[in-house]
């Protein structure tokens, strides 16, 4: 099973940006397309981005136009930058290869 380590979240105010990073240990990492959700207490998963093996990237609606999914494939590693943020962009952010998933990254933004 492919090992995901999220890491860079933390207390914004609203307004500032943040970038999240989630490194593979899978050595073809860059043959697979990565994704980010995020979750909060008593609430299903919600898509955040995604970008595919070839680099074709897709946003929820919810941040588009503030959020940037980029791949690095010499660290295996994909990052979410997220500007402009909401208070309703808080919750524990988590990267997805294949069917494995990182533990998550916490995101918090206060107003």
């Known amino acids: 099973q492919v090992q995901l380590v999220e890491s860079g979240g933390g207390l914004v105010q609203a307004g500032e940006s943040l970038r999240l990073s989630c490194t593979a240990s899978?050595?073809?990492?860059?043959?697979?397309?990565m994704s980010w959700y995020r979750q909060t207490p008593g609430n299903q998963p919600e898509f955040v981005a995604a970008?595919?093996?070839?680099?074709?990237?897709h946003y929820a609606d919810s941040v588009t136009g503030r959020a940037t999914i980029s791949r690095d494939n010499t660290v295996r590693t994909v990052y979410l930058n997220i500007d402009h943020l909401k208070p309703e962009d808080t919750g524990l952010y988590y990267c997805?290869?294949?069917?494995?998933r990182g533990q998550g990254t916490q995101v918090t933004v206060s107003s």
């Open positions: 997805a290869m294949l069917d494995s």
């Open positions: 970008i595919t093996a070839g680099r074709n990237t």
């Open positions: 899978e050595p073809d990492f860059s043959r697979y397309g």
